[in-house]
């Protein structure tokens, strides 16, 4: 298993909070960057936020003061913590390790390696 994998979605009210987590390969070794993406319904595939070797973050303006990324090394861990969540952040939000050193939020899907299945995300108003 070399893909990331994502937990921690699930349907929550308007205003809740949500922490998202991508567990990364162990046999993939360490990143340059990792991000979170996510897509709804009908719509493209956009970067949400994303984080480098050295804990360089950036992230999309529709989430910026609202969500958090980081990382834990040692696990091999990517977090996503979601607050004040709205109807808008209704979507698949997907993980993905080995982008580019130089990644951002708003780098391409396709620029990283290993990209997971996964996990769904609904906010009801």
């Known amino acids: 298993q070399v893909q990331p994998v994502e937990s921690g979605g699930g349907s929550v009210q308007a205003g809740g909070s949500l922490t998202l987590s991508c567990a990364a390969s162990?046999?993939?070794?360490?990143?340059?960057?990792m991000g979170w993406f996510r897509q709804a319904p009908g719509k493209e595939r956009e970067g949400v936020a994303t984080?480098?070797?050295?804990?360089?973050?950036t992230y999309a303006d529709s989430v910026k003061g609202r969500f958090t990324i980081s990382q834990d090394n040692a696990k091999n861990t990517l977090y996503l913590q979601m607050n004040s969540l709205k109807p808008e952040d209704t979507a698949m939000y997907y993980c993905?390790?080995?982008?580019?050193?130089?990644?951002?939020?708003?780098?391409?899907?396709?620029?990283?390696?290993?990209r997971g299945q996964g996990t769904q995300v609904t906010v009801s108003s």
């Open positions: 993905a390790t080995h982008g580019p050193s130089d990644c951002y939020s708003g780098s391409w899907w396709a620029e990283f390696d290993y």
């Open positions: 162990r046999y993939t070794g360490s990143s340059d960057c």
């Open positions: 984080i480098t070797r050295d804990a360089r973050t």
